[in-house]
T-cell receptor, first 115, second 115 residues
C-alpha cells in the first residue's frame, strides 16, 4: 500500500494567519482526499483533489478558506487560511491506491491549534 | 447519500473476553465497508475491508467483521480482547455504485479493555 508523509505533524498558530499542510505519497495516485477531525469527533471530508483540475469541495467548505494544490500525482497541499480557534483540528490526507479496493491510506495527521 | 452509524460512543470489555463494536450503514447502491483504528496521537490504521464475496472478513490483529446485507450492518469482532486493543475505532463506507470515491466515516467508538 502507499506510504504518505504528512507535514507538519503539529503546529500552534496565531489567529488570522495561514498554515499550509503537505502530503507526499511514495507512488502515483489519481485521487487525494483531505479530511478534518475535530477534537473527539469523526472525520469529515473537506475536499477531493485530482491532479490537473480544481479540487471538489464538500458542503460547508470553500476554496477561499481551504485552498488546495495538486501539482502532480504524488503531492498535494491544503492551506487553512485566516485561521480562527474553531479551525483547531487534526487534518489528514488520504489516497486511493490503485482501484481503491485496498485499504485507503492516511497520512499521520497535522494537529493544528489556533490561539 | 451514504452514511454510517456507530451507536456506541464507548465499549468496555475485560481482557480475554470477546468484543463487538457495532456499525450500520446506508447507501443507495452496494457498499464497500472498512474498519480503521486510531491510537492516541497517531493516524488511522486500516484493519479490514469488505468488498464482495465471503460475508466474514478477517483482518489485522485478530479482528474480523461480518457483513450482513439484510441488517445493513458490519460489526467488528474479536474473540479475545487485549488491553492493547484499547483505541478509537471507525467504520467507513463507500457506495460502489456511484462515482464518489471518498469514504464516509461513522462517529467512532472508543474501546476500553480492562486488565
Amino acid at each position: 500500500s502507499a506510504v504518505i508523509s504528512q507535514k507538519p505533524s503539529r503546529d500552534i498558530c496565531q489567529r488570522g494567519t495561514s498554515l499550509t499542510i503537505q502530503c507526499q505519497v511514495d507512488s502515483q495516485v489519481t485521487m487525494m482526499f483531505w479530511y478534518r477531525q475535530q477534537p473527539g469527533q469523526s472525520l469529515t471530508l473537506i475536499a477531493t483533489a485530482n491532479q490537473g483540475s480544481e479540487a471538489t469541495y464538500e458542503s460547508g467548505f470553500v476554496i477561499d478558506k481551504f485552498p488546495i494544490s495538486r501539482p502532480n500525482l504524488t503531492f498535494s497541499t491544503l492551506t487553512v487560511s485566516n485561521m480562527s480557534p474553531e479551525d483547531s483540528s487534526i487534518y489528514l490526507c488520504s489516497v486511493v491506491p490503485g482501484q481503491g479496493m485496498e485499504g485507503y491510506t492516511f497520512g499521520s495527521g497535522t494537529r493544528l491549534t489556533v490561539v | 447519500a451514504q452514511s454510517v452509524a456507530q451507536p456506541e460512543d464507548q465499549v468496555n470489555v475485560a481482557e480475554g473476553n470477546p468484543l463487538t463494536v457495532k456499525c450500520t450503514y446506508s447507501v443507495s447502491g452496494n457498499p464497500y465497508l472498512f474498519w480503521y483504528v486510531q491510537y492516541p496521537n497517531r493516524g488511522l490504521q486500516f484493519l479490514l475491508k469488505y468488498i464482495t464475496g465471503d460475508n466474514l472478513v478477517k483482518g489485522s490483529y485478530g479482528f474480523e467483521a461480518e457483513f450482513n446485507k439484510s441488517q445493513t450492518s458490519f460489526h467488528l469482532k474479536k474473540p479475545s480482547a487485549l488491553v492493547s486493543d484499547s483505541a478509537l475505532y471507525f467504520c467507513a463506507v463507500r457506495d460502489r455504485d456511484t462515482g464518489r470515491r471518498a469514504l464516509t466515516f461513522g462517529s467512532g467508538t472508543r474501546l476500553q479493555v480492562q486488565p
